[in-house]
């Protein structure tokens, strides 16, 4: 009778390989890619002073949002929809844009709302979230301060959604914001 001797290195070393491959991704990463461009410039006021590549549709409600898209407005708000009313958006900003340390999110919309703001990356990495229920004008600041998430020069997505009782999500859209510690925005990309 013959001995056969096996080796399962490389089966072992394959197997390692691929493991340490996928452990390599970010958590809660999605394979789905954005293109974040075209930026709407507004000053500490919120007033437009321009746009930065092609002027776009952000900050506008949109028919519908890709299936990864939606899933960034999918979190647990641990607010209540009751005694809240589909009602028309009037205005979603997000400004200074661009933005260092802070952004001011605005929208506003005539009856009480469950709204959703999302910041994410090129990825649909989502780095910051949050949710208020508001009526008439909706103000929230946003602190951009962790540079490990908002670094210098670079580019973020906005998401927002509106909310109101049987209807989650009933209005969504998103804005693109640049990340910026310079004063002129000509230096900012």
Not at 22 to 49: M, P, R, Y
Not at 95 to 123: H, T
Request: aromatic share 10%.
């Amino acid at each position: 009778m013959k001995l056969l001797k096996i080796s399962f290195a490389p089966f072992l070393g394959c197997l390692i390989l691929v493991i340490a491959c996928h452990k390599s991704g970010h958590e809660g990463q999605t394979s789905a890619a954005i293109n974040i461009q075209g930026f709407e410039l507004v000053d500490f006021s919120g007033n437009l002073i321009g746009w930065q590549g092609t002027p776009d549709s952000d900050w506008l409600v949109r028919p519908h949002l890709s299936t990864a898209e939606m899933a960034v407005l999918n979190f647990n708000t641990n607010l209540s929809l009751t005694n809240t009313a589909v009602d028309t958006i009037q205005g979603v900003l997000a400004y200074p844009n661009p933005a260092w340390n802070e952004q001011l999110f605005y929208c506003r919309v005539g009856d009480s709302n469950v709204v959703k703001i999302v910041y994410v990356d090129s990825m649909l990495r989502v780095l910051k979230d949050t949710a208020v229920k508001g009526k008439g004008t909706v103000l929230v600041p946003m602190l951009l301060m962790d540079k490990t998430l908002f670094p210098d020069h670079s580019s973020r997505r906005v998401y927002f959604s509106l909310s109101a009782e049987g209807h989650p999500d009933y209005a969504v859209g998103y804005g693109d914001v640049r990340i910026c510690s310079q004063t002129s925005t000509t230096d900012c990309f």
